[in-house]
């Protein structure tokens, strides 16, 4: 195996401040993602997502392609996934979390 060497060995010869930016890029790319990389860091099937939602593999392969959509829409999907859906507000000094949003799915269920 000449010439390749392990991701640790590889990490060792960085410098502390490239050490600290390959962090920070991870961290952010963890942070952010589309639906269908959440889909599948979930290890979740579009037929999966689809059976849920009681729709067809080609609606799910088309609602994570949209780019604008109800918040009701991406709700009942992330729900679909296990997860819950926050709308929240970032402004410089502080956040807020938008509760009327909250409301929708306790509204739903009543």
């Known amino acids: 195996m000449a010439g390749r060497h392990s991701f640790a060995e ?9 050490q600290a930016r390959a962090d920070a890029e991870a961290r952010r790319l963890g942070e952010e993602m589309d639906l269908a990389e959440v889909r599948r860091a979930l290890k979740l099937s579009q037929e ?5 939602l009681q729709i067809g593999q080609g609606s799910v392969a088309k609602i994570e392609k949209r780019t604008d959509m109800y918040v009701s829409t991406l709700r009942r999907f ?6 819950e859906l ?25």
Do not use: C, W, Y
């Open 10 to 18: 590889l990490r060792a010869r960085m410098s502390p401040e490239a």
């Open 48 to 52: 999966e997502i689809g059976q849920t």
């Open 78 to 83: 992330i729900e679909a996934m296990g997860g």
């Open 86 to 110: 926050e709308i929240v507000a970032r402004f410089p000094d502080h956040a807020v979390r938008i509760k009327n949003f909250a409301d929708l799915s306790e509204k739903r269920g009543a």
